[in-house]
């Protein structure tokens, strides 16, 4: 079983552990006038209050197709939509593949085919989904966060993860240039991360999702421990200093994350 943090619950195991944004309130200070992104982001804010993720992905995309930079909290809001609407379809896709092959074994072939009808849609739901998100990040979200280091390492990481998930569920050999590209956006994020503080949260989030498509996708684990193991040998409490107690909080869950990961590998 996973153990709680002393400082607080850790995000949902999928797999292995990745960094999960903190939920948000549904709105904060009202003001007289709002424009045109402030509504889609409320209209968001609703969707995910009602737990319509799908919605709230949609709404995101709107303001994304507005221009202009995301706030921290916009961007937040884009990763948490778009990550809640593709969890339940790479549940439904692992579920529906180990029932496939339980019944094949047991010679249920008819059975096998309804798992595999449905699983082949849920993938096609998922590659929408990740089409989606990457194109608003290669197309909006990069190029206004030139400037921008940490926006820049954020946008990367996510760039890594939505290439991850489409690597998933993939045959090895129709995988090779989703990977690649993952592969790319995480050391790119990487190298623009060479401009963040020393142990900034964003740049801790990027090691720990990188090290798992290590792991999973390319099937590197020793990669993926030396990544985890570096990062938790140089890390000193020192770099905590001068950050706001949610980005420590967030820091400390990163590294255990890091760790567990670590354990689960070096047991494997």
């Known amino acids: 079983a996973q153990a709680a943090s002393p400082l607080g619950h850790p995000p949902k195991r999928l797999g292995l552990h990745c960094a999960s944004p903190p939920p948000r309130p549904i709105c904060g200070e009202m003001v007289a006038a709002m ?6 982001v409320l209209m968001a804010r609703i969707a995910e209050a009602a737990g319509r993720y799908e919605d709230m992905a949609d709404f995101m995309k709107e303001r ?19 990550k809640s609407a593709m969890t339940s379809r790479r549940s439904a896709v692992r579920v529906a593949r180990s029932i496939n092959l339980a019944k094949e074994q047991e010679g249920r072939q008819e059975q096998a085919g309804l798992a595999t009808n449905y699983m082949t849609k849920m993938e096609a739901q998922l590659r929408e989904i990740c089409g989606k998100a990457l194109q608003c990040i290669e197309q909006h979200l990069l190029p206004s966060a030139a400037q921008e280091p940490d926006a820049q390492v954020y946008y990367l990481k996510m760039q890594g993860d939505y290439y991850r998930y489409l690597s998933e569920n993939l045959d090895p050999s129709a995988r090779a240039g989703t990977a690649e590209k993952a592969k790319e956006a995480y050391s790119n994020g990487l190298t623009e991360a060479s401009k963040l503080r020393a142990g900034h949260p964003t740049y801790l989030g990027l090691v720990l999702n990188f090290s ?14 030396d990544m985890a193991q570096q990062v938790l040998n140089s890390f000193t409490e020192d770099k905590l200093a001068g950050l706001d107690i949610t980005q420590q909080e967030e820091v400390v869950q990163t590294l255990q994350l890091l760790q567990q990961n670590l354990t689960l590998w070096g047991s494997a």
């Open 35 to 40: 424009t045109p992104q402030d509504e889609v």
């Open 64 to 82: 994304v197709d507005m221009g202009g930079p995301l706030s921290q909290d916009e961007r937040e809001m884009f990763s948490a939509a778009f």
């Open 212 to 225: 798992v498509f290590l792991h999973e996708v390319m099937g590197d684990t020793q990669g993926a421990i």
